[in-house]
């Protein structure tokens, strides 16, 4: 009869992941991304993942050092994700202080100064993305963008528009079909070309139960359907057209990396419904009805990561037997 019974204190229900391990998985399922980007682009690729990553860890050892007397090397994994998400919202062609940049307000403002991993509101790798775009936009949203040279060591650094461009968005993508997007043999960042390669590592996540379907379901549901329903069907009629919306840019690398962040996004199953469609409408907002940005997944997440407290607070399950007051 001995050890029937062990009282402790919480949890009580214990899990053998850690944040060590979500984090390395994360990174396994970024990896094929990081790869197809490399073949699309070349070594500025490469280079550019290296910087941002080391930029990350660099950035979080000296937070650390400040804030918590604590010299941490690697740590938990979370700034080598961060900056690995980073460089994969921007395009080869950025000169080299722009992921440093980026990787530094990620870790130092949306991440430390809220208090670190677990009580940050916004997801970091958005944020820095979202301080580039608003203070360089030319190097982000200009009308440079490297255009993929397959297996070739060097991308096609010339004046490339991408098929979202307000301007010359349409001619480029009647240009392409839609195995190119979905391959990703088309200009853009580094992590928004390959439809395939993304799905691939967001299956591994789905398979080690890191995410589930109603954030990113509803996401592309919703790109999918206002695509169809609002984008004239310009792209070879309207299916075409919403399907073109939901390959082109950075909607899947967002539905799927970004938007289901843990700690950023809502915990109730109700709530990820409407976190999902509330990204996509606002992201489709900005694709449709903005001259400034031709991509609205920055901005659409980032809104939705405000309101999460409210939409979890607002759809708590009742509990069994609850009644009114």
């Not at 591994?204 to 379901?217: C, T």
């Not at 390959?247 to 899947?252: F, R």
């Not at 400034?292 to 399950?317: Q, S």
Request: net charge neutral.
């Amino acid at each position: 009869m001995n050890n029937k019974l062990v009282v402790s204190s919480s949890p009580h229900i214990r899990s053998p992941e850690t944040i060590s391990s979500v984090m390395l998985d994360v990174i396994v399922a970024l990896f094929p991304v990081a790869l197809a980007s490399v073949l699309l682009f070349g070594y500025n690729a490469l280079i550019v993942i290296l910087v941002a990553v080391a930029a990350a860890m660099i950035a979080e050892t000296a937070m650390q050092a400040v804030m918590y007397r604590k010299l941490v090397l690697v740590g938990d994994g979370s700034a080598a994700v961060t900056g690995l998400l980073l460089a994969l919202t921007l395009p080869a062609s950025v000169p080299w202080w722009i992921p440093v940049v980026g990787s530094a307000c990620a870790i130092i403002i949306a991440k430390h100064l809220f208090g670190g991993l677990g009580n940050n509101i916004f997801n970091p790798a958005l944020v820095g993305r979202a301080i580039l775009t608003l203070s360089w936009g030319t190097y982000m949203v200009g009308s440079v963008w490297p255009g993929p040279r397959p297996f070739e060591p060097t991308a096609d650094l010339t004046t490339k528009a991408t098929p979202l461009d307000p301007m010359e968005g349409q001619e480029i993508a009647m240009e392409l079909n839609l195995s190119e997007l979905f391959l990703g043999n088309m200009a853009g960042s580094l992590g928004e070309t390959s439809a395939l390669a993304i799905l691939i590592g967001a299956f591994w996540l789905f398979y080690k139960g890191h995410i589930d379907w109603r954030i990113p379901g509803s996401y592309l549901a919703t790109v999918f359907v206002l695509g169809a329903a609002l984008g004239e069907g310009f792209y070879h009629g309207f299916l075409s057209t919403g399907l073109f919306h939901v390959l082109a840019g950075g909607v899947l690398l967002g539905a799927l990396f970004m938007a289901t962040d843990l700690v950023t996004s809502p915990v109730t199953p109700l709530g990820r419904l409407i976190f999902g469609v509330g990204c996509g409408v606002i992201t489709m907002a900005i694709r449709l009805f903005s001259d400034v940005y031709p991509e609205g997944v920055t901005f659409a997440i980032l809104l939705m990561n405000a309101v999460t407290p409210i939409i979890d607070k607002a759809t708590v399950p009742k509990k069994f037997g609850e009644v009114k007051k």
